[in-house]
Each structure stands twice: as C-alpha cells, then as structure tokens.
C-alpha cells in the first residue's frame, strides 16, 4: 500500500512539472498584398498584409521584397513596418512605392482592360518574438489581384 502512494506521488509530481504554461511556438510567416491603388502621380499605395501563424506576438521589422507581375519585375517593397502582429493574427502596413516602368504599364493596361493580373512575392521577411531576436524569412507568394467595383485604380 504505502509502495503504491509512493509510486502515485511521484507520478502526480511528474504531471506537476510538465504543466509549465502553453507552448511558445514560433512559425514561418507569411506576406500578400491585400490591395494596390494607383495614386494619381503614378505611385502606388501598397497594403502588405503580414501573417503571424506564432503562439507568441511577433514584431515584424523589415522587409525586402519584389513585386513581379507576369514574372517581370514591377516594384520593390523595402520597408520597415515595425509592426507588432497578435499570435495567430495578421495586420497590414501600407506603403507608397514607385513601380518599374514595365510594372506601371503592366498595371495600366490591365486596369484599362478591366481585369486582374497575377503577381508573385519574393523575397525576404525579418521578423521575431517581441522579447526574443528577429530572423530572415524567405518569402514566395503567387496570388493574383482583381479590379475593385467602384473603386477606381484599385485591386485587390
């Protein structure tokens, strides 16, 4: 008898030291572009959405990113968001870029058509726990952007 307490209150001690908390689970993050308006002198106003897939908060510190459309090149997003994401949460930082002239006329001609076009991301993504060190993230996005309804100048 007083074997078999020994053994449950080791046990029970054992159980005691795994429940330490949740687990910090830090994921790879992702980034898409959630809209792109064209401002009238010709710039763009980008809203890169950035995904925190973490259990813990993420700061999201720079980026260096390409935007192609058709695999050309049309923009570069080289920001510094500085943007803190909820675990499991996504927020959006939005930019002025000034596009390539062949993205600008890509996006031109396809607006003036009334359609969308695809686009690929590429790049990398410095991001990390709040109390903890940023990393490089590489990032490889194919989506594809579609004309807003009255909004003109605007995809998403």
Same mark, same amino acid.
């Given at each position: 008898m007083i074997r078999r307490l020994a053994c449950f209150a080791t046990l029970a001690l054992?159980? %005691?030291g795994c429940g330490s908390g949740p687990v910090r689970r830090v994921? @790879? !993050?992702a980034a898409s572009i959630q809209q792109l308006t064209v401002r009238a002198d010709g710039r763009w106003d980008v809203a890169l959405r950035l995904n925190n897939f973490s259990s813990v908060a993420m700061r999201f510190d720079s980026t260096a990113l390409e935007i192609a459309f058709d695999n050309g090149a049309a923009a570069r997003?080289?920001?510094q968001p500085q943007l803190e994401v909820a675990p499991e949460s996504a927020d959006v930082h939005t930019a002025v870029v000034t596009p390539t002239p062949a993205g600008r006329a890509r996006l031109a001609t396809a607006l003036a058509d009334g359609r969308g076009l695809s686009y690929s991301l590429r790049g990398t993504l410095q %991001?990390? !726990?709040l109390d903890g060190k940023p990393r490089s993230y590489e990032i490889?996005? @194919?989506s594809a952007l579609s004309p807003v309804p009255g909004l003109p100048g605007a995809l998403r």
């Open positions: 054992l159980l %005691a994921s @790879e !993050p997003l080289d920001l %991001a990390g !726990p490889k996005r @194919e």
